[in-house]
C-alpha cells in the first residue's frame, strides 16, 4: 500500500448517525456483528499496511490514519492491533481507550438485571461517540506540546481553537496544521455546539454524550431512587472513563484511598457519579 492508500481507512468524518441506526431497525447482535466485522476488515488492513510510508503523510494525513484505525479497533483491541500500534508509536497510556465490546455488553446485562432498562443500540452510540473523541483527543495531543488537563491545564489548546473560530469568523484562511486537525476534530462530533465543543480539547466528554445518554436512553423503574440509579451505572462508568483525573477506582482500589471523599463504597459511588457526570 503507498501513502495515499494507507490514509483510505475507516471513514472517520462521517460517523454513523443514530438516527441512521434507529432508521436501520437493528437489533443489538446485528450492531455487534458490524461493528466486530468492520473491526475485522481494518485489522487486516493494519496489518497490511506499509509503515515506512508514514514518514511521506502531512501531520494532518498522520492525524487521520491514526484516528481512522483507532476508532475502528477500539472495540477488538487483541494481541495483534495493540503490537501494530505499539509500532505506530502509541503509548500505553493512549491505548487505554481502547475497550473489548464484550465488557460493555456484560454490563449492560447486570444493569438490566437491577431494573434498569436500557436502549442498548443509542448507549453504545452514544458510547462510541465518547470514545471516539477520547481517542482523537488523545492522538491530537501528539501533534502539539499541550497536554490535556488530565494532568496539565489546556487553556493554551483552548485558546488556540478560538483563534481557529475567529480566523473564520473574519474569512481568514484556515492553512496551518492546527487548523486542519481542529476542523476534523469537530466533524468527529458535529452535533456539538462551538461554546461546547472548546470542553472536547480538554477531553471533557463525560457531562455531555454520557449524560444525555443516561439521561435519555436510561430507563430506571420507579422505585429505583437517584442514588441507587447512579451507584448501579457506576462500573459502566468505571470502564469507559479512563481520565486520569477522573478515572474511578474499583471496589479494591477504593479501600486503598488514604481519604476516601465517603465512608462508604455506596455513598462513594453515588458521589464520583453525580460529581462527573452530573455537575458541570
Known amino acids: 500500500m503507498n501513502e495515499k492508500e494507507i490514509i483510505q481507512g475507516p471513514n472517520f468524518l462521517s ?4 438516527e441512521e441506526l434507529e432508521e436501520c431497525n437493528l437489533v443489538l447482535p446485528d450492531l455487534i456483528d458490524m461493528e466486530i466485522n468492520g473491526a475485522a476488515v481494518s485489522k487486516q488492513n493494519l496489518l497490511k499496511c506499509n509503515y515506512k510510508a508514514l514518514v511521506n503523510l502531512s501531520e494532518a494525513e498522520l492525524f487521520v490514519f491514526l484516528v481512522d484505525f483507532s476508532r475502528q479497533l477500539k472495540f477488538s483491541p487483541d494481541k495483534d492491533v495493540i503490537s501494530c500500534f505499539k509500532i505506530l508509536g502509541l503509548k500505553k497510556s493512549e491505548l487505554r481507550w481502547f475497550i473489548p465490546i464484550k465488557e460493555i455488553i456484560d454490563e449492560f446485562k447486570v444493569i438490566e438485571q437491577s431494573g434498569i432498562k436500557i436502549n442498548k443500540i443509542a448507549a453504545l452510540y452514544f458510547i462510541e461517540l465518547h470514545l471516539d473523541i477520547k481517542i482523537a483527543v488523545e492522538i491530537y495531543k501528539r501533534f502539539t ?10 487553556n493554551s489548546a ?5 483563534q481557529v473560530l475567529d ?10 496544521q492546527f487548523d486542519e486537525i481542529a476542523e476534523m476534530l469537530e466533524k468527529a462530533a458535529p452535533e ?15 457531562y455531555m454524550e454520557l449524560r ?3 439521561d435519555n436512553f436510561f430507563f430506571p423503574n420507579p422505585n429505583i431512587s437517584n442514588r441507587k440509579f447512579r451507584i448501579t451505572i457506576y462500573e459502566l462508568c468505571r470502564i469507559i472513563m479512563k481520565d486520569f483525573k477522573r478515572k474511578l477506582p474499583d471496589y479494591t482500589s477504593y479501600l486503598n484511598l488514604k481519604d476516601p471523599s465517603e465512608p462508604t463504597w455506596d455513598g462513594y459511588r453515588a458521589k464520583q457519579i453525580k460529581t462527573h457526570i452530573y455537575k458541570r
Open 15 to 18: 460517523p454513523h448517525g443514530i
Open 145 to 154: 506540546d499541550v497536554v490535556t488537563d488530565d494532568r496539565v491545564n489546556m
Open 158 to 162: 483552548t485558546k488556540k481553537y478560538k
Open 167 to 176: 480566523r473564520r469568523k473574519n474569512g481568514i484562511k484556515l492553512t496551518t
Open 192 to 206: 456539538a455546539p462551538t461554546k461546547v465543543f472548546t470542553k472536547i480539547f480538554e477531553g471533557k466528554t463525560e
Open 212 to 214: 444525555l445518554m443516561f
